[in-house]
Nanobody, 117 residues
Framework: QVQLVESGGGLVQAGGSLSLSCSAS????????MGWYRQAPGKQREWVAT???????NYADSVKGRFTISRDSAKNTVNLQMNSLKPGDTAVYYC???????????WGQGTQVTVAS
């Protein structure tokens, strides 16, 4: 079973930046894809960004140009650099991964990001 742990959440003013990190058990390059989702109070969980095994990235329209997903092989982490944060970015952010052959995706416990106006 894969275990994912998010870190880096906190409180930031609008326009500020925050960097999230997802640590995974095993090698992150063994996954078909890894990504970030978020869920704000009263809203459905929303896809934010994905990075594939080959390194290709995709972003939700709401975060394009502001967020960057990346991998750090030395630390075995997947990161989400968030710039120009808006109050609408306030949510619990979750790390997601899919291992080839696994029946279910893996999820972290989430980390809270709060953006003050």
């Amino acid at each position: 079973q894969v275990q994912l742990v998010e870190s880096g959440g906190g409180l930031v003013q609008a326009g500020g930046s925050l960097s999230l990190s997802c640590s995974a058990s095993g090698n992150i390059f063994s996954f078909n894809r890894m990504g970030w989702y978020r869920q704000a109070p009263g809203k459905q969980r929303e896809w934010v960004a994905t990075i594939t095994r080959s390194g290709s990235t995709n972003y939700a329209d709401s975060v394009k140009g502001r967020f960057t997903i990346s991998r750090d092989s030395a630390k075995n982490t997947v990161n989400l650099q968030m710039n120009s944060l808006k109050p609408g970015d306030t949510a619990v952010y979750y790390c997601n991964a899919h291992l080839p052959g696994a029946l279910y995706d893996s999820w972290g416990q989430g980390t809270q990001v709060t953006v003050a106006s």
